[in-house]
Every structure is written in C-alpha cells, then in structure tokens.
C-alpha cells in the first residue's frame, strides 16, 4: 500500500435538482444514487460555484495497492489505524483502488498514520 495525496480539495453535497446535477455531473469524482436525492463528491469550488455548502473540506489520499473488490482486510485495517488516530474518513472503493476523504486538517496527519502502517505491514 503507498498513500498518496491527490491534488485538490473536495465535498459531498446531494441535489434533486435536475440543472445543479447536470452542471456538477461533469466534475464529480464520484455519484451515488440515494433515496434522498444524488450524492456527488465534487472540487469544493464547483460545489460553491453551484451555491451548494461545503461545510466539510475533504482532501483524497488514494491507495495505491490494487485491491481486489472480494479482498478482505485492507478496509478494516486502513480505518482502525485512523480510527485510532482520531482521524474519520470515508472510504470509497474503485475498481482498482481504495479511495480515503478526510478532513482537510487531518490530511497530513492521516497520510502520517498510513505510511506508519505501511511500515508496520
């Protein structure tokens, strides 16, 4: 596993809105469909530009381990080590990588912990 930091700085934001989904879908780096409307993960200044809140400033640390979709463990042991650092995170997996959001204050302290665990495996 070798952590990485991805450039930019994002948010989740949802939307029923038909124009504010069509003028983010283009940015988003991820889209969830939920009950209570589209969940987007977007750079923080096109949720603003769209007058969406983006209370929570994420940054992205990607994984750079391919991980299979039934492997077992890495998720678990990726968000205990955080967990115990104090750190929340949001996990997404891709198909070829595991994805973290953290706290943008927390962005460095987080890529701390991982490369600790890194080490440690």
């Not at 929340?88 to 302290?109: Q, Y």
């Not at 987080?110 to 890194?118: F, H, I, P, W, Y």
Request: glycine share 6%.
């Amino acid at each position: 596993m070798s952590p990485a930091i991805r450039q930019g700085r994002f948010a989740f934001v949802t939307t029923h809105d038909q124009l504010l989904e069509d003028q983010l879908l283009p940015q988003a780096i991820s889209v969830f469909r939920e009950d209570e409307g589209i969940s987007l993960l977007v750079p923080v200044e096109a949720a603003e530009s769209a007058g969406l809140d983006a209370d929570l400033v994420m940054r992205c640390i990607t994984l750079n381990v391919y991980s299979s979709l039934a492997g077992v463990g890495l998720t678990a042991a990726v968000s205990g080590a955080l967990a115990e650092a104090g750190i929340p995170c949001n996990m997404i997996a891709a198909l070829r990588h595991d994805h973290l959001f953290v706290p943008e204050e927390m962005g460095d302290r987080a890529m701390q912990v991982l490369k600790a665990l890194q080490q440690s495996s």
